[in-house]
C-alpha cells in the first residue's frame, strides 16, 4: 500500500481511538469488529454466555516477527470459521508497546489476516492513558521505546508537556557525555531550558534501548528536590521521594525468536531499583502497570464484557450480560500472563511456544492446563466449554 494512504489510515484511526476512552457497547463501531461479516447461530436467548479469549502476543500468537500459523488459525475459528459458525468474543493483551494501539491493531491485523479492532487490543502503556487526568498539564519525563515514537503516543493519551532523555541530552551534552544525538534524534528534540522544567513524574513506556543514560536522567529527576535536573539533594538529609515513577510492565523475560527468554523491562527496573538504592540510600517507591497487575485485567474484563454485548456476538435474542462467561487466558510466561489471570480468577492456559518450556505445570504459578501451543489451547477450551470439538 503507498506510504501515504496507509498514513492517513492510521491518522483515521487515531482518531477514533482518541475520542473513545472507555468501550462500551455503544462505542464498539460494528464495521470495527472481525466477525461483523458471519451471521449468528440459532443460541437461544437462555444460552450459557459464550466463552471468552484473552490472548498474548509475544511467545503465543508471534515468535519475534513471524507470525505462528496456529495463532492465525486460532483466531479464524474464533471469528467464526467453526464446525457452529459461531463467534467468540476474544482480545489480545500484550506487555509490548512503544506505538499507540491503532498502529499496533493495524499491523497485527496486517500480520495475522484477521481485521482487529483498537478495543480488541491492549498493549502495557494503554493504563497510563488514565493518568493523563492527573498529569496531562504537567512536565513528564517518559522513559523507553526507539526514536521518539512513545512522544507521540503520550501525547495521544493527553499529555501534553512530554520530554523524553534526548530532549536532556540536547540541552546539556554534559549530562551523559557518552553518547551523541543521531541526525534524527537532532531533528525531533524539544529544545527547552530544563533549569525550568519541574517534571512531575517519570513514565517508562517501553524497553529502555540505553539502560545507563536512561538510568542517569531518571535519577537527576529523582535526585531533584523540585522535580528539575539541576537541583540534587543530600541523601543523608531527611526526605521523601517527590517524583511519582510508573513502569509499563514487569517482564523480567520475554520470549522471541532466540532459543533462550531475552531480558525484558522488568530487568531494567531491578537494575534502576538496584542504583537507586546506593545512590539515594532508599527504595524506589513505583507503579507498575500491564500483566499481571489487576488494573490491566479489569480493562481486559471491560473491553471482553464490551464485545460479548455486541450484537454482532450476542445470540438472536439474546440478553445482555452483567458479568463474563467462562474466560481462558492464553500465554507463555508465568509470572505474567498466567499469575494473572490466576489472581483475577480466570483459567489460565500456558503455552510451550515461547518463555516456558516446561514440561510440568509450573511450580509457583500453574495454570489450569498446559498446551503445547495457542491451536491446541484453544481447541481444548472450547471443547471443555462446548463439550465437543467444533473446530
Ligand atoms: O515484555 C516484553 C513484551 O514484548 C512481552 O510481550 O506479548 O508476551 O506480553 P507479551
Ligand atoms: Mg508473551
Known sequence: MHQRSVQTILRNRLRRLQSRQNASVEDFPRSSLVIRRLKSTSSPADAPVAPGFIFDIDGVLKIGEKVLPQGHKALQILSGDNKLSRRFPFILVTNGGGISEEERCYKLSRELGIELSVDQLIQSHTVFREQAKNFGDKPILIVGGTGHSCREVARSYGFKKVYTPHDLLAWRQELWPFKSL??????????????????????????????????????????????????????????????????????????????????????????????????????????????????????????????????????????????????????????????????????????????????????????????????????????????????
Open 182 to 391: 543521531t541526525e534524527n534524534d537532532e531533528k525531533s528534540v524539544q529544545r527547552v531550558d530544563f533549569s525550568q522544567v519541574p517534571f512531575s513524574a517519570i513514565f517508562v513506556f517501553h524497553d529502555s534501548r540505553d539502560w545507563g543514560f536512561d538510568t542517569q536522567i531518571m535519577l537527576d529527576v529523582l535526585m531533584s528536590p523540585d522535580g528539575t535536573v539541576t537541583t540534587w539533594r543530600d541523601p543523608e538529609a531527611e526526605w521523601t521521594q517527590q517524583v511519582p515513577v510508573f513502569f509499563s510492565n514487569p517482564d523480567l523475560l520475554w520470549g522471541n525468536d532466540w532459543p533462550e527468554p531475552r531480558l525484558g523491562q522488568g530487568a531494567f527496573q531491578e537494575a534502576f531499583r538496584a542504583v537507586w538504592r546506593r545512590t539515594s540510600g532508599r527504595e524506589l517507591e513505583a507503579t507498575t502497570g500491564g500483566k499481571p497487575t489487576k488494573l490491566t485485567y479489569q480493562h481486559a474484563e471491560r473491553l471482553l464484557l464490551a464485545q460479548a454485548n455486541h450484537p454482532d456476538i450476542l445470540p438472536p435474542g439474546g440478553r445482555q450480560v452483567q458479568k463474563l462467561g467462562p474466560t481462558f487466558m492464553i500465554g507463555d510466561n508465568p509470572f505474567s500472563d498466567i499469575a494473572g489471570a490466576n489472581a483475577y480468577g480466570l483459567s489460565s492456559i500456558l503455552v510451550r511456544t515461547g518463555v516456558f518450556r516446561g514440561k510440568d505445570n509450573h511450580a509457583e504459578h500453574p495454570a489450569t492446563t498446559v498446551q503445547p501451543d495457542v491451536l491446541a489451547a484453544v481447541r481444548w477450551a472450547l471443547k471443555k466449554e462446548l463439550g465437543e470439538d467444533i473446530v
